[in-house]
């Protein structure tokens, strides 16, 4: 059984940074994707960046890219996600997952996080 906590969400203005933390109860980290998504109220769960099993070729939502920076670091069974320049629409819950498959969906993270709140205040 995979365990995902994840940590680092709060309270920031427009334009501040977060940098968010998911800590994995699994040796073999390395082989999964790791994703992070969120859910903003009233909302679908949404694809935010997800990086490889070796840490390269991370891809990202659009709105997203140039501000967020996913990496991990395998040794510490860690998973970062930068966010930079935050805007209000980057308001949301923030969850961590694991997979085997490099995507976008939802469906295909097997693993997750309980989630942590993010909100920027105008």
């Known amino acids: 059984q995979v365990q995902l906590v994840e940590s680092g969400g709060g309270l920031v203005q427009a334009g501040d940074s977060l940098r968010l933390s998911c800590a994995a109860s699994?040796?073999?980290?390395?082989?999964?994707?790791m994703g992070w998504f969120r859910q903003a109220p009233g909302k679908e769960r949404e694809f935010v960046a997800a990086i490889n099993r070796s840490g390269g070729s991370p891809w990202y939502l659009d709105s997203v890219k140039g501000r967020f920076t996913i990496s991990r670091d395998n040794a510490k069974n860690t998973v970062y996600l930068q966010m930079n320049s935050l805007k209000p629409e980057d308001t949301a819950v923030y969850y961590c997952a694991a997979g085997i498959m490099s995507t976008y969906s939802v469906n295909d993270y097997n693993y997750w996080g309980q989630g942590t709140q993010v909100t920027v205040s105008s």
């Open positions: 699994i040796r073999t980290l390395s082989s999964r994707v």
